[in-house]
């Protein structure tokens, strides 16, 4: 085995070990599916900058909570990858990280805008303003670092506004297999973001956040070619999948403390 893959077998058994106390082989994976909405995340301050290069060594990653298993409201067949999924904040970006257990990683799309979703994809749905909850923004995000965003507007009379963009999204990702060759089994893949909250600012009640300031969110997870499954943090009533659903996002709250890496070993 390489260093660098190595590495990355090394820092993903770090990031799982970090989320809890329970192995993730036997208490994730395993997991029946459930429609149970979460409880509220708390978004720790970085404590340290956060370097988007689709790597998640810093201190700060380490820190931070998992949101918790993902679920498969709409499980019918095959293997649960699941995902481990982990949200910081600085004055200036929400900055979410992704491993995605994946035994056939596929992706070909990379312009913004495109059909990622087509590809092994992650997202991030939020309506950033609790008094206007149906007001919620999409952005979707490839293995291969495309992304599309979009805004919808609380009234239904309103269309949605194809162009509004998150200027200055940074996104990078990294993979530990083979891109679109399911003729061997991958490993997982890492995504990387860091949102401005000036995107959202023509909504949200603050930019940036203020501490204890409480945003509906959910974070997604489908796409691929081989063995698509549609899973989420907060899981999707409806009878069939469908992400475009605010009212079943889940409740994350804005913390103004760091979680240091010393208050994560004292739990164990």
Sequence with gaps: MSSPRRCFFILFAILLSATSVVPITARLLKAAPRKVKPAPYTIYRSATPITIDGKLDEPGWFAAPSVGEFQFAWYKSGKREQTVAKLLWDDKNL???????????????????SDVWEDDCVEVFTAPNPDLPMAYFNIEMSVRGAHLDGYHPSKKSTPLETNWNAEGIQI?????????????????????AAIPFDAFAHVAKHTPPQPDDVWHLNLNRLGGDTN????????????VPQYHRPQDFGRVIFSAATRPVQEVRDTK
């Design 95 to 113: 900055n979410v990280s992704f491993i995605c257990q994946d035994a056939h990683i596929a992706g070909t799309r990379t312009k913004h805008d």
């Design 228 to 239: 698509i499954q549609y899973s989420q943090w907060s899981p999707g009533t409806s009878a």
């Design 172 to 192: 990078k990702s990294s993979v530990v297999g083979t891109l679109n060759d399911d003729a061997d089994t991958d490993s997982f893949w890492i995504l990387e």
